[in-house]
């Protein structure tokens, strides 16, 4: 089992990113998927996640309107589009699979993300 986060990068503020979690060893159309992200100094933010059920999204308050995730279960891929960034996104990335139902309720809990990637850098800078 295996998730693998990539597409992190330097943008200037007002930028795009679109981020991939390619994952592996599972079936993808089963889990739910969350996206965290951690700044320097900081405690791990959850920022966004989507159910497999029926493909419910939720989102902090601080990226929604900004921020879109999405997956494509045929390509066993979950994308976080970013778009309006603000230094504030500076952060590492990291996606997990959400191991104790196939809907996820959003919120910085990491209880119950079975997985981890090793995380993708996004650093928002002019």
């Known amino acids: 089992v295996q998730v693998v986060e990539s597409g992190g990068g330097l943008v200037q503020p007002g930028g795009s990113l679109k981020l991939s979690c390619a994952a592996s060893?599972?079936?993808?159309?089963?889990?739910?998927i969350g996206w965290f992200r951690q700044a320097p100094g900081k405690e791990r933010e959850g920022v966004s996640c989507?159910?497999?059920?029926?493909?419910?999204?939720y989102y902090a308050d601080s990226v929604k309107g900004r921020f879109t995730i999405s997956r494509d279960n045929a390509k066993n891929l979950v994308y976080l589009q970013m778009n309006s960034l603000k230094p504030l996104d500076t952060a590492v990335y990291y996606c997990?699979?959400?191991?104790?139902?196939?809907?996820?309720?959003?919120?910085?809990?990491?209880?119950?993300?079975?997985?981890w990637g090793q995380g993708t850098q996004v650093t928002v800078s002019s």
């Open positions: 989507i159910s497999s059920v029926d493909g419910t999204t």
């Open positions: 997990a699979r959400y191991a104790l139902s196939r809907r996820c309720s959003g919120g910085n809990d990491t209880n119950g993300y079975d997985y």
């Open positions: 060893g599972f079936p993808l159309n089963y889990y739910a």
